[in-house]
């Protein structure tokens, strides 16, 4: 079956970039997005369609996507951006399908 | 203000149901697709289910299958999730969410409830 692979975990110092990878067979196909979900919150959209960030994001979440590798980059971590990251598309059937998840530590 | 408010978990016995509805406001309720999206304790994000604007149209995960019935009143800007024969492993929080359809013709969420703890233990 169709999956999304994400690293289960990342760690950064503060001020540095951290990247957090998505892999996944239909994403050339398929627009990846990104969730960010801190600590007992709901999933909160950080970057749509590869990488459009909505309003009120800060401009140091970005979005990329080349062949089947989605990636999304925090460029400058800030202590608060400590939070599980999910990557979401869709499955050969166009179900809503999200990788498995990774923690970003910042410290 | 655009928000979705769940209600309706709680403690159940295995075998047993329960009925989870979410509130629309802020937003024409029946212009969007309504989804629930599960997270079991410690664990990640898994899509359960989705309905139509009109509520003709429903798609179930496997998971659910079978157990689980979505609506939607577009009078009451409610979404439900009538959930039976309830198991340990759908022990989960909750969460409604709205699509919205990208530009590849495929859906994602862009508007999350805070979520209603489902759990399922004797």
């Known amino acids: 079956s169709y999956e999304l692979t994400q690293p289960p975990s990342v760690s950064v110092s503060p001020g540095q970039t951290a990247r957090i990878t998505c892999s996944g067979d239909?994403?050339?196909?398929?627009?990846a997005y990104w969730y960010q979900q801190k600590s007992g919150q709901a999933p909160v959209l950080v970057i749509h369609?590869?990488?459009k960030r909505p309003s009120g994001i800060p401009d140091r979440f970005s979005g990329s996507s080349s062949g089947t590798m989605a990636t999304l980059t925090l460029s400058g971590a800030q202590v608060e951006d400590e939070a599980d990251y999910y990557c979401?598309?869709?499955?050969?059937?166009?179900?809503?399908?999200f990788g498995g998840g990774t923690k970003l530590t910042v410290l | 203000e655009e928000q979705l408010v769940e209600s309706g978990g709680g403690l159940v016995q295995p075998g047993g149901s329960l009925r989870l509805s979410c509130a629309a406001s802020?937003?024409?309720?029946?212009?969007?697709?309504m989804h629930w999206v599960r997270q079991a304790p410690g664990k990640g994000l898994v899509w359960v289910s989705r309905?139509?604007?009109?509520?003709?149209?429903?798609t179930y995960a496997d998971s659910g299958k079978g157990r689980f019935t979505i609506s939607r009143d577009t009078d009451k800007n409610t979404l439900y999730l009538q959930m039976n024969s309830l198991r340990a492993d759908d022990t989960a929080i909750y969460y409604c969410?709205?699509?919205?359809?990208?530009?590849?013709?495929?859906?994602?969420?862009?508007?999350w409830g805070r979520g209603t703890l489902v759990t399922v233990s004797s």
């Open positions: 969410a709205r699509g919205y359809r990208g530009a590849d013709n495929h859906y994602y969420f862009n508007l």
């Open positions: 802020g937003f024409i309720f029946s212009a969007y697709w």
């Open positions: 309905v139509n604007g009109d509520g003709s149209v429903t």
């Open positions: 239909g994403l050339p196909k398929k627009y």
């Open positions: 369609e590869d990488s």
């Open positions: 979401y598309s869709t499955d050969n059937n166009g179900y809503p399908l």
